[in-house]
């Protein structure tokens, strides 16, 4: 990402001066496939900007009128796709959505490299979410536009985490966090990405998950790396660990990339926080959860104070607006 990176002059020969690289491979290094590329700099540029349109969005309404966002999305969304859309009108831009799968090209055997190298020919910018782990990576090699990863199978969902670090930001702070992240930590890739963009920060992240669910290995493995900002512990019960959390992020048992069907069953059902269950909580804890949740949290916990699954949602709007508005001014600039 070089949102918060020094200005660049396109040329009419395509060069950027200064730099010396192409315009094209200046590009490239807009897409945001995961948030190993954020750094702590690139994040607190992206939250602040979400504040400064937060508290005045009507001063962002005409920003970016001419632009439009391509939404190509392999995979069921809600959330993702509808608040990517909202963000863009209320840039106001516009969106064309390739639509259902199904009613798409991809039925007549075209590959995900094609569409997206016909798609970026319409649009300033594409939201990719496609099953496959790596395809958002695989993609964003074929396009000049900024490409933005919407989740990639188990892989990453790095759009997912900015908004979740503006929610914790705002509740709890993002230093000195005490975190515990619980459910699914083998196939969750809002996990995934949200571990690494923590270790940018000075962070005690618990992972809470019965054993088949674990964080994959190589992820533990680069956590350790941050060792002097970051310590980490793993958990097969929420216990022994929720008296000392800030924050506990709960994530849905992601049935549709199970192998198996038993294997879920297993599982199913086994990692639940309601009301009784919170006693043992800090008055402060914040209750954060991407969505959609199944049965992980009890709707009681809703009207309580721990609750910021909801306005965790809502931050995705500023938080789309924020990273789009910097990655489309002209040739990328940040500079008011
Ligand atoms: C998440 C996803 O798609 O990974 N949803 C979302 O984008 N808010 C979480 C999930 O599906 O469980």
Do not use: C, W
Request: glycine share 6%.
């Amino acid at each position: 990402m070089s949102v918060n990176e020094s200005s660049r002059t396109p040329t009419t020969n395509g060069e950027i001066q200064g730099g010396g690289k192409s315009v094209h491979e200046q590009m490239r290094h807009d897409h945001l496939i995961t948030s190993k590329q954020l750094s702590r700099a690139d994040i607190e540029t992206v939250l602040d900007h979400a504040a400064e349109i937060d508290a005045d969005r009507s001063a962002f309404a005409d920003r970016h009128a001419d632009k439009l966002l391509g939404l190509l999305f392999f995979e069921p969304s809600t959330r993702t796709k509808m608040s990517f859309e909202t963000a863009m009108k209320r840039l106001g831009g516009d969106i064309v959505d390739m639509g259902a799968v199904e009613s798409s090209s991809v039925t007549k055997g075209e590959t995900l490299a094609d569409t997206v190298r016909v798609i970026e020919g319409y649009t300033d910018a594409l939201v990719l979410r496609h099953p496959k782990q790596g395809a958002a990576t695989m993609a964003g090699e074929f396009v000049d536009v900024p490409l933005l990863n919407a989740g990639d199978g188990a892989g990453h969902h790095p759009t997912q985490t900015l908004l979740d670090l503006y929610t914790i930001r705002e509740n709890a702070g993002l230093d000195d966090l005490t975190i515990g992240i619980m459910g699914d930590l083998k196939y969750g890739r809002t996990v995934h990405s949200l571990a690494y963009a923590l270790s940018n920060f000075d962070t005690r992240q618990h992972f809470i998950s019965p054993e088949s669910l674990q964080l994959p290995r190589e992820v533990v493995y680069d956590l350790h790396q941050e060792q002097e900002r970051v310590q980490i512990r793993e958990h097969e019960s929420i216990e022994e660990v929720l008296p000392s959390l800030d924050v506990l992020y709960v994530t849905r048992i992601q049935r549709e990339r199970f192998p198996d069907e038993n294997e879920y069953q297993q599982v199913a059902g086994k990692y639940q926080i309601d009301t009784e269950a919170l006693e043992t909580a800090r008055d402060e804890l914040t209750v954060m959860h991407p969505l959609p949740r199944v049965d992980e949290i009890a709707p009681a916990v809703d009207t309580t104070d721990h609750a910021a699954y909801f306005e965790q949602a809502h931050n995705g709007v500023p938080v789309r607006m924020a990273l789009l508005d910097l990655l489309l001014r002209d040739g990328g600039e940040t500079d008011e």
